[in-house]
Every structure is written in structure tokens, then in C-alpha cells.
């Protein structure tokens, strides 16, 4: 259970804050109001100005490693729900989508024997770069502003019951099955070996996309990027 949040102004990298704190053996909150290089996944820049919920989580798991990331995927539809928004999905495996347009992104990363877990939720950004045309945020989905410091207590809240489930009886997975986007549907899967074509399945309870190929094979994936095909 998280019970510390250290906190800065600005950062590089909430991840490397959080990786140089793991001579401490508990977990821990590390957030910022901007970072200088923030990071998602596949080493790709993540855009963090000040506006957004910038947190990284110190981790040590015991068990379902592979399933933290849909863990925090959950826990900002949780958070989101409780502020009363509606309309959520998680495209697989870490974006967040408020109508169908980006609002979180989620990143972890292994470091010795923990887990450091990323999480961006664009709250009060009000103006994006172009290239993130299809990002929005709580600011520009209702007008107003929101006190972000809430938002992680709240956010904290409810990712320490759900990790306290996961580590001792595991997380009913399924339960997220109402949020995925793209089930049944047709997709390619970009990964480190290459682009796979297939229909999203189901998913499982370590996290890993199930996709259905042409012969019917159903085949298990743990990373990648997932593009819908119009076929």
C-alpha cells in the first residue's frame, strides 16, 4: 500500500525519481506539477506541461506483475467515474480514452525487483501540440478546472484497494472487459517482431491481448501497439 507521496515542482522523469528511491523497500508516490522528458511507453516523449496529473508508483509485487498496468488503467476510469465523467474505454494496453479521445496514458517499467508505474492524466491542459490531435482533458471536456492535488488522493485511494486485491487474491479481470475498446473487432498488433493481423479477442488475467487470426488460432500478446483495420 502507498502511503508516501514525494513531491516536486519539476522533474526530468517522475519514472527516474521514482527508480532512485528504491533503496527505501516501500512503495511510494512520486509526482510532479511538469516534466522536462517525460516518458511513455516504448521510450516515446510524453507531453507534460504543467496541467496534468504527472505520478510515478514504486512498486514491489509479490505476484501479477504483468497485470499492474491494467491496474492503473483502472484505477483512472475509477477516479474518472467518481468526478462523474462518463463515456471510458482503455485502448489496449495503456491509453486511457474520454470519448473516444486520448485523456491518460500509462507506462511501466521493471527496475531490479520492482515495478515503476507511469501515470499522465491530462486534467487542467487546456491546449495540445499538433501532433497530439487526438488528446483531450478534464479542463477541455467540461470548461472548468480541477484541484489536481484531489485527484491523486483520490487516485491513491482507490489504486491502493485494488492492488491490496491483486497481490492477495487477484483482480477480477473481467470486470475491465466492460471498458476495452475493440473487442470483435479487427486490428494489427504492432510489435517488436513485427505487424500481426487478427480480431481482438478477449483479455486475460495477466493482461495479454488475446487475438484470433484468420485460421482461428487464438494467440496471446503482452506488448504492442494496436491499430483498428477497416476491413
Keep these: 500500500m502507498i502511503e ?3 513531491r516536486f515542482d519539476k522533474v526530468v522523469s517522475t519514472q527516474d525519481k521514482a527508480k532512485e528511491l528504491i533503496g527505501e523497500r516501500h512503495p511510494i508516490a512520486v509526482t510532479a506539477l511538469s516534466q522536462e522528458k517525460g516518458r511513455g511507453r516504448q521510450g516515446r516523449n510524453w507531453y507534460s ?10 512498486l514491489f509485487p509479490k505476484a501479477r506483475v504483468t497485470s499492474i ?20 474505454s482503455i485502448h489496449w ?26 501515470v499522465g492524466l ?8 499538433p501532433r497530439l490531435h487526438s488528446a483531450t482533458s478534464l479542463k477541455i471536456e467540461t470548461g472548468k478546472a480541477f484541484d489536481i492535488d484531489e485527484i491523486l488522493e483520490v487516485f491513491l485511494v482507490k489504486f ?22 475493440g473487442l470483435g473487432e479487427p486490428v494489427e498488433v504492432v510489435t517488436a517482431r513485427g505487424v500481426v493481423q487478427g480480431t481482438v479477442y478477449d483479455i486475460d488475467d495477466d493482461w495479454a491481448l488475446l487475438l484470433r487470426d484468420e485460421s482461428g488460432i487464438i494467440k496471446k500478446y503482452y506488448y504492442g501497439d494496436v491499430r483498428r483495420l477497416q476491413w
Excluded at 49 to 58: A, H, I, R, T
Excluded at 93 to 108: A, E, S, T
Design 160 to 181: 491502493n484497494d485494488l492492488y491490496d486485491e491483486l497481490q492477495s487474491k487477484g483482480l477480477k479481470v473481467k470486470e475491465v472487459l466492460n471498458y476495452i475498446s
Design 4 to 6: 508516501r507521496v514525494v
Design 69 to 88: 498496468p491494467l491496474l492503473a488503467s483502472l484505477t483512472v476510469i475509477r477516479t474518472l467515474e467518481h468526478y462523474g465523467f462518463s463515456t471510458l
Design 122 to 129: 491530462n486534467v487542467n491542459i487546456d491546449k495540445f501540440l
Design 49 to 58: 506541461p504543467e496541467g496534468g496529473m504527472y505520478v510515478s508508483l514504486l
Design 93 to 118: 494496453p495503456n491509453d486511457v480514452l474520454l470519448k473516444k479521445r486520448k485523456v491518460c496514458g500509462v507506462v511501466c517499467e521493471r527496475y531490479q525487483d520492482a515495478v515503476v508505474c507511469g
